[in-house]
């Protein structure tokens, strides 16, 4: 049975969350600001974490990056009022998995729960190779050039994705229901965002680039601009 944190402020949506994943089968921990927050996930060590942005004492985004500053790599869905692209890119760039907008969806919530949780679980372990960079899935590690990559979970589930397909082109949706476990509005801007820091991360110090946008189809993992 997976254990959820659930952080957010508004008892009414707290106490919903609460009942639902009960009702789904999970083990559910409870906090109503920040700081409680974090010292819930110590003493739980929860497997994910539905984790709103406003809150009092400490703010979602502080939780997020104090948890990803020492290490932990545990699925963070972020909840938010607020619906701006710089708001999602905010939660993102803190380290977050994944984003949810207020009001959401009772089965979307929850497919992006499952997806967090689906996505903790690499059991493969084949070594995965594009040129000079290198992904093992058991230990979850990256190299390019012998040199060590530090990405997010999500950037490392889109990476390992690209490259157990190399040289095809895989199409957004697809690349959603992989890694989410379900395709994304048409207009979400989610899947743009991650890559775009995985290729900030991969092309650092000017190395040549393997994650190809294909115009209005998606993303390819190749050697070469071709």
């Not at 059991?123 to 530090?150: M, W, Y």
Request: charged share 30%.
């Amino acid at each position: 049975m997976s254990t959820i944190l659930i952080a957010e402020d508004d008892q009414q949506i707290r106490e919903a969350l609460d009942r639902i994943l009960r009702f789904e089968g999970y083990d559910t921990v409870l906090a109503n600001d920040g700081a409680a927050a974090l010292e819930s996930f110590d003493v739980h060590a929860p497997d994910a974490v539905l984790l709103d942005v406003m809150m009092p004492y400490v703010d979602g985004l502080s939780v997020v990056r104090k948890l990803r500053d020492r290490g932990d790599r545990t699925p963070i869905l972020m909840l938010t009022a607020r619906q701006e692209t710089s708001d999602r890119v905010a939660g993102l760039d803190a380290g977050a998995d994944d984003y949810l907008a207020k009001p959401f969806e009772l089965e979307e919530l929850l497919a992006r729960v499952r997806a967090l949780l689906r996505r903790n679980d690499h059991s493969d372990s084949v070594t995965l190779r594009c040129g000079d960079l290198v992904l093992d899935p058991a230990k979850r590690l990256v190299h390019r050039d012998g040199v060590s990559i530090e990405l997010t979970r999500t950037e490392f589930d889109i990476l390992h994705t690209l490259l157990t397909n190399v040289d095809i082109v895989m199409s957004r949706s697809q690349l959603y229901e992989t890694i989410w476990g379900y395709d994304f509005e048409t207009n979400s801007k989610s899947l743009d965002v991650h890559v775009g820091y995985l290729r900030r991360k991969l092309e650092a110090n000017g190395r040549e680039r393997l994650v190809h946008t294909v115009r209005g189809i998606g993303y390819v993992a190749r050697v070469g601009s071709s």
